[in-house]
T-cell receptor, first 115, second 112 residues
Framework: AQKITQTQPGMFVQEKEAVTLDCTYD???????LFWYKQPSSGEMIFLIY????DEQNATEGRYSLNFQKARKSANLVISASQLGDSAMYFC????????????WGAGTKLIIKP | SQTIHQWPATLVQPVGSPLSLECTVE??????LYWYRQAAGRGLQLLFY??????ISSEVPQNLSASRPQDRQFILSSKKLLLSDSGFYLC???????????FGPGTRLLVL
């Protein structure tokens, strides 16, 4: 069965520091995709970054990068130079090859940036 | 560009009353559509998904139902709400092999 694990229920980080949010996954599929979403207090789920299982380069989107370690089945999100506006819940999700396009979601990590 | 709308934004309903939440997508055609529920402080639970008009797949047996009367319209309904139906309901759309899902603003439902 496919599963996403986020082991950090909450994190406090000083403003301007880099942040790493952990995500490990379990799948027997050879082809899969990994996603990170941000959910601020307003509730809207905002797509941040995507990594395909066959992508050789780690995905990057502005201050967000995905540290993809396939052998370890981990897909950690790195936020560089954190800002107060980064305070939010962060969810890791996975789509498998036979998932009918459904996403498997982690429980989320609550990130609080301290000024 | 594509946009996704949900309404209402907030809803307070008595137990046993009916429910209708609407989701519409603009700027794309034949999207895959999804309804999720999120309990307070929890992750997302997929309720329904649809790959086309009239095609609905249910993930969790419950007193909710979904319909897709038009290509870009997805409706979540209930004939009689339960207290346990309270939560944050998110609609999402996606397409393509990458299948990134893009979410609407959500509806907060409180059943009293």
């Amino acid at each position: 069965a496919q599963k996403i694990t986020q082991t950090q229920p909450g994190m406090f980080v000083q403003e301007k520091e880099a942040v790493t949010l952990d995500c490990t996954y379990d799948t027997s599929d050879q082809s899969y995709g990994l996603f990170w979403y941000k959910q601020p207090s307003s509730g809207e789920m905002i797509f941040l970054i995507y990594q395909g299982s066959y992508d050789e380069q780690n995905a990057t989107e502005g201050r967000y990068s995905l540290n993809f370690q396939k052998a370890r089945k981990s897909a950690n999100l790195v936020i560089s130079a954190s800002q107060l506006g980064d305070s939010a819940m962060y969810f890791c999700a996975m789509r498998g090859a036979d998932s009918n396009y459904q996403l498997i979601w982690g429980a989320g990590t609550k990130l609080i940036i301290k000024p | 560009s594509q946009t996704i709308h949900q309404w209402p934004a907030t809803l307070v309903q008595p137990v046993g009353s009916p429910l209708s939440l609407e989701c519409t997508v603009e700027g794309t055609s034949n999207p895959n559509l999804y309804w999720y529920r999120q309990a307070a402080g929890r992750g997302l639970q997929l309720l329904f998904y649809s790959v086309g008009i009239g095609q609905i797949s249910s993930e969790v047996p419950q007193n909710l139902s979904a319909s897709r009367p038009q290509d870009r319209q997805f409706i979540l309904s209930s004939k009689k709400l339960l207290l346990s139906d309270s939560g944050f309901y998110l609609c999402a759309w996606g397409r393509g092999t990458q299948e990134t899902q893009y979410f609407g603003p959500g509806t907060r439902l409180l059943v009293l």
